[in-house]
């Protein structure tokens, strides 16, 4: 028997009871979006309430700052997903797998995504309800939009890819291009597993599971003087608006010297290690083998003028992997760990504390994974010394939180 989890002390448990429903948003609405019906002054003091008692909770050391507002707090997202459900002769774009209730409409758009996104999902709705198109509707696992603001595109997730297949999605791209609302490019993702994760926890590395409908091959987005290309099924922050705002504040923790060097561990396709790299003698960027940090290097001759300092290295991030790169060169003065929702590998924490940065900054994508972290980095003989959360979600309950670390006093080598 599986124990079910305790989520009393979550974040979002924090929160629900500082929150009143709002009875006239659709249930599945309010699941994805569950503060959206709230003023945006009125979900940042909920957010610094609920952060509180989950930092009272759990007894965690130290104070958050006030949570950094959002410059767009609605319609930001430049990732979005639609759950593939053929009912009947309709195609049903669903928010996702576990809502509490049956999406009964065919489409329910989301006060997060940009009218552009609702725009292109009822077109795409009502093109694969269409007997002509039955075949791709029958087998489309999820719409995936991504790119940015101005340049969305859209990734068709199938679990079959022949022919036929592939002749019915290049007429559906055709109609795309004719669409009022500008889409950039199409792509179709081949997985067969029907995997909850929208994309695959695999990213794929190999062309026969990914294929071009139309446009640029890679994705663009551009901040603060910096410019990124990545493949389409890299990470990239879902809230581009807010991307400037997150790129200062690790700054403004870090306080690089032109005469240290940052390691920038799970760095995907270069974000902080070319936005940074002129305020550094050095910068390696880490991340395993893929399209991302494939990225990384050639994003560096897309900002050359920027990243004279800066290389990559592709590689697992393990705690045997980084042990053994801290022991056998000069240590970095800081470290800037961004890993994936579900925290950094066991191990790799206690190697970043044996290799004694003069500091860490730990950036999480999401609040419950901190008191464990928290707990690795004192065993360590880490603590934080800031802790400032970012409205990086903004409408949902969630926070992007960065976290600076030092050597605790007294055991700094």
Same mark, same amino acid.
């Given at each position: 028997m599986v124990a079910t989890p305790d989520l009393s002390g979550s974040f979002a448990a924090q929160l629900k009871p500082l929150v009143a429903p709002d009875g006239a948003v659709a249930p599945a609405t309010l699941m994805t979006a569950p503060l959206a019906h709230l003023s945006y002054e009125a979900e940042l003091q909920v957010k610094n309430q609920g952060l509180a008692a989950f930092w009272s909770h759990h007894r965690l050391p130290g104070r958050p700052e006030p949570v950094v507002a959002a410059p767009l707090p609605r319609g930001y997202r430049t990732t979005s997903r639609r759950k593939a459900e053929? !009912? *009947? *002769?309709?195609? #049903?774009?669903?928010?996702?797998?576990?809502?509490?209730? +049956? @999406? @009964?409409e065919p489409f329910l758009p989301s006060p997060? $995504? &940009? %009218? $552009? #996104?609702?725009? =292109?999902? !009822?077109?795409?709705q009502k093109k694969l309800s269409e007997p002509a198109f039955r075949l791709v509707a029958a087998h489309l696992n999820y719409l995936i939009i991504r790119g940015s603001y101005a340049e969305p595109a859209v990734i068709f997730n199938v679990d079959k890819m022949d022919g036929p297949m592939v002749r019915k999605l290049k007429l559906v791209a055709g109609h795309l291009q004719k669409l009022a609302i500008p889409v950039a490019a199409a792509f179709v993702f081949f997985d067969p597993s029907r995997s909850d994760y929208y994309l695959e926890s695999r990213r794929p590395d190999d062309t026969l599971h990914f294929k071009k409908l139309f446009g640029n091959e890679r994705l663009a987005v551009a901040f603060e003087g910096c410019r990124y290309l990545f493949h389409p099924t890299s990470f990239s922050q879902v809230n581009a608006a807010m991307v400037p705002v997150l790129l200062q504040q690790a700054r403004a923790l870090l306080r690089p010297a032109p005469d240290q060097y940052l390691l920038d561990l799970y760095c995907g396709y270069g974000l902080f290690s070319h936005f940074l790299a002129p305020d550094y003698k050095h910068v390696l960027g880490v991340d395993a083998v893929g399209p991302s940090i494939r990225a990384a290097v050639a994003n560096g001759r897309c900002n050359s003028k920027r990243t004279g300092h800066s290389k990559f290295l592709a590689h697992r991030i393990t705690g045997g992997f980084l042990g053994q790169m801290l022991s056998s *060169?000069? &240590?970095p003065a800081a470290v800037l760990l961004d890993p994936p929702r579900q925290g950094p590998q066991k191990g790799v924490i206690p190697a970043i504390c044996g290799g004694r940065p003069q500091g860490v900054l730990h950036i999480f994508c999401g609040v419950d994974q =901190? +008191?464990?972290?928290?707990? %690795?980095? !004192?065993? *360590?003989g880490y $603590?934080?010394? !800031? =802790?400032? &959360?970012?409205?990086?979600? &903004?409408?949902t309950a969630n926070l992007e939180v960065l976290i600076l670390l030092a050597p605790t006093k007294g055991k700094s080598r």
């Open positions: 053929l !009912r *009947g *002769g309709s195609l #049903h774009l669903c928010f996702g797998d576990k809502t509490p209730l +049956p @999406q @009964q997060l $995504e &940009p %009218e $552009e #996104h609702a725009g =292109i999902y !009822r077109f795409l *060169g000069a &240590p =901190i +008191p464990a972290a928290l707990t %690795e980095w !004192r065993t *360590g $603590e934080a010394r !800031r =802790i400032v &959360p970012l409205d990086m979600f &903004p409408g």
